[in-house]
Each structure stands twice: as structure tokens, then as C-alpha cells.
């Protein structure tokens, strides 16, 4: 593992910052850590124990096959061709990448939304874990999360699977510069009554 974070637990969560995916490379985690930080994304709240997510560890070539799927299936849906390059130029810059599968369990009485957060939660924890343990991760998800003809391509899976998150995953090659955060007063309401 890297070096671990000194912060404490809450000063981490108060200054944790996403690595943009053109900012990570090597090393990546190693098998070992990567199977901690998958066990530390993995303790999300989940209603009704259903774990309705999975992982998918994607080494560089599998990466740059889905580099090569968003500009080929793009492409053929006319999507526009700037964008398109953004988003096969994440998969290209992507050192590991994790894909977080939303795996919904629908004959369960959880609403499908919240088997949703849970898929979604697991993909903020895998960040924060790697960040703790002195990595670097970005979430990103865009058009492919949910479009029929790349998932069943990509990984061969249908509705109601879907791509909660893809994770970039590496070592930054620079610290990124804080973004503006939320005014948190303009985001509260005390209830009294």
C-alpha cells in the first residue's frame, strides 16, 4: 500500500479531492490493496443486506477496449465528436479502472433507487478508500453507464444492470487544486417545529 493518510477520519472527509483521471498513473494499486479498497467499498449501507453491485477490475488492455468501444458506438449514435473524445480519452488516460455494476435485485420490496444509492455509494467509497490509502480515484459515468449496445458490448450485460460508476484508479502525478465547495448555509434548513 501507499503511504497512508494522516489526517484524521473527519479532516480527511473535509478536505478529500477527486485526482482528475489525466493526473494518475503508475503504480496502481497492487491485487492485494486493490482486494482492501474493494472490501472498503463494499461496507455501504445496503437495505435489505441485497449487495445489489459488483465489481469489475480493469487492466490496460480491457481499458482501451472500452477506449475503442465510446468512439466506435459513439460514433454510430451520432454523439457529438468532442465530447466523445473526452470521454474515450478518460478510458485512454485510465490507469486501472474499476467498473461498479448496479446489479438491482427486482423481485425485492427495496425500491429500486435505493439498491441504486447503495451501487452508488460503493463507487464514493472505493474513492475515499483509495485516496486513504495514499492513491488517487476519480468516478465518472457519461452516456455508456446506461446505453444498451455499449453495456452488452463492454460487458456483456442488459437492464437492469448498469454501470453505477466507472473508478480511475492510480497514483497522482500532481496534488489538484481544491474546486469551489458548496455554502452550506445556503444548502441548510434548521426545523424546529
Known sequence: MADMDPRTPLDFLLTRRSVPVRMLGDPVPDD??????????????????????????????????????????????GRDPDKLEKQAGAFDDAPLTVAVICRPNTVSTVPLVEQEQSAALACLSLVNAAEAAGYGGHWLTSWMARDAAFLQAAFAIAAPEVVAGFVHLGTPRHQPADRPRPDIDALTRWIET
Request: net charge positive; aromatic share 4%.
Open 32 to 77: 492485494a490493496t486493490l482486494r482492501t479498497l474493494l472490501t472498503a467499498a463494499a461496507r455501504v449501507p445496503d437495505h435489505g443486506k441485497l449487495v445489489p453491485f459488483r465489481f469489475e477490475v480493469l487492466r490496460k488492455p480491457a481499458i482501451a477496449r472500452l477506449a475503442r468501444l465510446t468512439r466506435e458506438i459513439g460514433t454510430a449514435q
